[in-house]
């Protein structure tokens, strides 16, 4: 197997990060929004990132896949499993980069992220760490059936935990 | 992905870096010793910087493996290959940990990556990036036939002074 698997869904391929990414990336991270997620980078330490995506999975076994646009072929995002340092449980996280929000891009990602870490990592039920001032996130965790949890932290930021249903609650 | 090999000098192996060095690298990333590679860092930070190591490694094609003692299997530094972006050319990097230190073990960890670069890679030549105040980096260069080229400025890093290897020609 190699090491990040690649999958498909209706709009979207779930895949690698690969070099190519980076000036998507770069120019998400330089962007107001990427405080989410801990922004703003610059070009290199988004470099960084990026390799650490990609080695996330070699250490953990699952990680975050880039998004790609089928019609375009155009990177759109993240999406996948993170559990880093310190976490007591790993969480699904997203995010789509400017221009491509609104299409639902992002609930079909996570959607089959979701289903493939329950049945592939044995990850089921998993949680979002999500920062409540984030609307966006809080309506897609919901939509995706989530529910708030209790209050926590993310790498020093307070955060909503939301917990999502079990594959076979769905 | 690419596999990491493994390779054995005399005293050392290196071989992929995994989760069992991960208090190590942390208490070297957290130490002074990791001032000359832009630290010292957080756990947090430290935990990505493992990553990073781990992901060169399918993105490159090579990368930098853990070094341990050949007898115990205790982590020493960190050593081998990389090509970050912004880079000029790919570059033999190392970092020893407190316990590796003063044995030499840099210098023999960087011998064999750049025999590596050569022999398995097929490389011509190979250069380190050093910051200029980090005199015990440079002292090693040198021990290893490198000379100083020129430098760049870095917009992360300041400047580093690029030191050339010994090429693949004047080694045959």
């Known amino acids: 197997m190699s090491l990040v698997p690649t999958l498909e869904t209706e709009n979207l391929i779930l895949r690698a990060p690969q070099e190519s990414d980076l000036d998507a990336m770069a120019a998400f991270m330089q962007s107001e929004r990427s405080h989410w997620i801990g922004g703003p980078k610059n070009r290199f330490e988004t470099w960084r990132g990026l390799l650490s995506i990609l080695g996330h999975w070699a250490l953990r076994g699952y990680g975050l896949w880039h998004i790609e646009e089928k019609s375009s072929g155009k990177s759109i995002g993240t999406v996948g499993i993170l559990k880093h340092d310190g976490w007591d449980e790993p969480e699904l996280g997203w995010h789509v980069y400017d221009g491509f929000e609104g299409k639902g891009y992002a609930f079909e990602a996570a959607f089959a992220a979701r289903a493939y870490a329950a049945q592939k990592f044995g990850l089921d039920g998993v949680i979002s760490h999500i920062d409540p001032t984030n609307t966006r996130s809080v309506a897609l965790a919901k939509r995706l059936g989530a529910t708030y949890e209790r209050d926590g932290q993310v790498l020093g930021h307070a955060c909503h935990n939301y917990r999502h249903p079990k594959q076979a609650d769905l | ?172």
């Open chain 2, 1 to 172: 992905m690419t596999s990491i090999p493994t390779l054995n000098t005399e005293r050392l192996v290196m071989r992929a870096p995994g989760p069992q060095d991960f208090e190590a690298y942390v208490e070297f990333r957290m130490s002074d010793r990791a001032v000359g590679v832009g630290g010292p860092f957080t756990r947090s930070q430290a935990f990505d910087h493992m990553c990073e190591l781990l992901g060169h490694w399918p993105m490159r094609g090579f990368g930098r493996w853990m070094v341990a003692d050949k007898t115990t299997d205790q982590p020493l530094g960190i050593v081998g290959l990389m090509y970050p972006e912004s880079w000029p050319e790919p570059e033999i990097a190392w970092s020893v940990f407190a316990d590796g230190e003063g044995r030499g073990i840099a210098y023999e960890a960087a011998m064999e990556s750049r025999r590596y670069a050569y022999d398995v890679l097929g490389w011509d030549t190979v250069i380190s990036c050093i910051v200029p105040e980090n005199t015990r980096s440079i002292a090693l260069a040198k021990r290893m036939g490198a000379v100083q080229e020129t430098s760049f400025q870095h917009e992360e890093l300041g400047e580093l002074d690029i030191w050339r290897h010994l090429s693949r020609e004047v080694l045959q």
